[in-house]
């Protein structure tokens, strides 16, 4: 298993602001993954966070708003930008396991915008 | 793309069993997880299942039969602790990316 710090843990943002949430892990990982629960959903895909490399973004999601870092295989960062309160939401780094691919998470960042 | 679907919410007794089905649409399909989320925490995982029949954990099983597109989750002797939202999520083999149903939240009562 991983384990995996996220922060902040929480926090309330001003509309229009922009906020980075870092994500450690203990061990070297390949694949890397942020994902958002907005209130009573499941978990929405974000992108793939590629080491060395841009991001990999599904449908719906940009560069611009998103912006995604990983400058090596412990280590990711997630920056939501201009932030509007339909952003207030849990964002979640997750990781995969190395044999079976089963996802670990982090404890998650609650973020209000106001 | 992916198409997943499964019961929104049910509900069942302490003691009782109960069966949570995910049918699923994927192309290129490579296993499919169950992952249990209390509200309020992270997900955890479940079980994983990347070949047809019942993968066995205790209270928990899940089944999975890749001609159908149909998994299901058995939750035995259910316990209070074990309301919580529980998410089908199959991979795809292109991508290797989890992406997840709407989840089925229960709700167990004494």
């Known amino acids: 298993s991983a384990v995996i710090s996220q922060k902040p843990s929480r926090d309330i943002c001003q509309r229009g602001t922009s906020l980075t949430i870092q994500c450690q892990v203990d061990?070297?990982?390949?694949?890397m993954f942020w994902y958002r629960q907005q209130p009573g959903q499941s978990l929405t895909l974000i992108a793939t966070?590629?080491?060395?490399?841009?991001?990999?973004?599904e449908s719906g999601f940009v560069i611009d708003k998103f912006p995604i870092s990983r400058p090596n295989l412990t280590f990711s960062t997630l920056t939501v930008s201009n932030m509007s309160p339909e952003d207030s939401s849990i964002y979640l780094c997750?990781?995969?396991?190395?044999?079976?691919?089963?996802?670990?998470f982090g404890e998650g960042s609650r973020l209000t915008v106001l | 793309g992916q198409n997943i679907d499964q019961p929104t919410e049910m509900t069942a007794t302490e003691g009782a069993i109960v069966q949570i089905n995910c049918t699923y649409q994927?192309?290129?399909?490579?296993?499919l997880f169950w992952y249990q989320q209390h509200a309020g925490e992270a997900p955890t995982f479940l079980s994983y299942?990347?070949?047809?029949g019942l993968e066995e954990k205790g209270r928990f099983s899940s089944f999975l039969s890749r001609s159908k597109g149909y998994s299901y989750l058995l939750l035995k002797e259910l316990q209070m602790k074990d309301s919580a939202s529980y998410l089908c999520?199959?991979?795809?083999?292109?991508?290797?990316?989890?992406?997840f149903g709407t989840g089925t939240r229960l709700q167990v009562f004494p």
């Open positions: 994927t192309s290129g399909f490579n296993g």
């Open positions: 997750s990781v995969q396991g190395v044999y079976t691919g089963e996802l670990f």
């Open positions: 966070a590629n080491q060395g490399s841009e991001a990999t973004y």
């Open positions: 061990s070297q990982v390949t694949m």
């Open positions: 299942n990347v070949l047809d």
């Open positions: 999520a199959p991979r795809s083999y292109n991508t290797d990316k989890l992406i």
